[in-house]
């Protein structure tokens, strides 16, 4: 779903190891800038899917506290408020 401000991420998980540190390479854009991140459809936003943490100054932030989640599977993040969405969503990011 299309939301300007937001940006959505997947994690590869193939890529992660018990050490990782953020790099371009274990993130992948999902649909490009200005996306909001969803369960099993477009209007799918439930709770149950992610954990909200605030204040995150950064990008990177965001990337690390999925890192450290060993259920991520992605994340939603808005620079302009530091919001971060930690997607757990079995499925993972529609």
């Not at 779903?1 to 991420?9: A, P, Y």
């Not at 018990?18 to 371009?24: G, H, I, L, Q, R």
């Not at 439930?46 to 990008?59: K, M, R």
Request: hydrophobic content about 30%.
């Amino acid at each position: 779903k299309s939301v300007d401000g937001f940006q959505c991420f997947t994690l590869d998980v193939s890529m992660t190891t018990a050490t990782s540190t953020v790099n371009p390479g274990l993130f992948e854009l999902v649909d490009g800038a200005n996306r909001v991140c969803r369960g099993g459809s477009p209007s799918d936003n439930d709770p149950q899917h992610y954990t909200v943490l605030s204040g995150l100054s950064s990008l990177n932030g965001c990337m690390m506290a999925c890192l450290n989640e060993p259920e991520c599977k992605g994340i939603e993040f808005k620079e302009s408020s530091g919001r971060c969405e930690v997607w757990t969503r079995s499925e993972g990011i529609q």
